[in-house]
């Protein structure tokens, strides 16, 4: 059974070891794209604050109006006294507006995966290949997942022998010392490596996730927002600002993160709201509302949600380290080095270790004739 476990960990890490590499690299980069994504691009972000709310209203006329043959999706409101509105917006490619919330400005126009990090996200969700390269991610976290199991199954050696075993060889030869630090590095992160792939694929199919975790855990989940009795939109709607009060009213404690229009008569208007203990960065509780009226449809606070939903809710905050602040953070990008490192040791090994057995062979005398 040990001989089968290390001839399929050695198959599938050769086969797809470069695609968890590219994995973990991307992902590596990812855990701070927030923080790059300010910098590098700060004359889209940044504005000059000022006191009072935000000209929310106004700004959403603005987009509408630059932008009047594209449909409003999302709004990401400022999380730092000094940012901007991000808009969202639909077409063949989604573009994403940035406007000064106080003065109007248009601060940019981008592509949904413009630049370097707009790259590496698509890279690392969906493969550069759409909803196809989105679901063959989840396979892939599967198997890195399995991977993962396969590899502690090979590698642990016991509680009294893995001081031991965790160390390196400063001497002897050089496939032996490189065995070492292969075992040793999964050993050390087998636990992060396995909340990586775990989580990466409970989000890629999270429908089944979250169902599998409520039922596991006890409900109820997370409600759909009703949908509305309408096919044509009313001629008076309630304006942005007054709807976003009107959210906030019903959960005071929680500051918004997001909105979401409504693209059909039948769609409500949608306010995403974050506790200020909840380690997702978005926030996991959501008010919907009757855009035309300002009547309240569903509200879902996630502190006083099922335990199911709340684990299922920690999938985000896990995968990107946020569950556990900046060390949480930095750990997570340390385990997105670790795929490479293990697969280029583990290729290193088995090249060297092939070699040595031709060596071997081709040294072998002969076998006699007689």
Known sequence: MHRLLRTMHLWIGLVVGALFCISGLSGSVLVFAGELDAYFNSELWHVEPHT???????ATAKVRSVLPERTLLYARLPREPNHSIEYWMSGEERQRVYIDPWSLDILGVRAEHAGLLGFLQELHVQLLAGAQGLFANGILGLILLFMVLIGLCIAWPGWRRLPKTLRIPRRGPRVARW?????????????LLFISALTGAGMVFHEQT????????????????????RTAPRPVQRSPAEL??????????ASATWIQFPTRPSAPFTVRLRHPDNPHPNGTSYVALDAATGEVLMSYN???????QQIADLK??????????LPGRVAILVTGLVPTLLFVTGVYTWWRKRQQRSARLSNSPAPSHY
């Open 302 to 308: 996630s502190n006083h949600g099922g335990a199911g």
């Open 52 to 58: 009072g709310p935000i000209r929310l209203n106004a």
């Open 179 to 191: 065995l070492a630090l292969h075992r040793s590095t999964g050993l050390i992160l087998w636990l």
């Open 316 to 325: 985000y905050p896990l995968h990107i380290g946020t569950a556990l602040g």
């Open 210 to 229: 979250n169902a599998a975790l409520i039922a596991l855990f006890g409900g109820p989940g997370l409600p759909e927002p009703p949908r509305l009795a």
């Open 244 to 253: 976003l009060t009107i959210a906030q009213s019903v959960m005071p404690q």
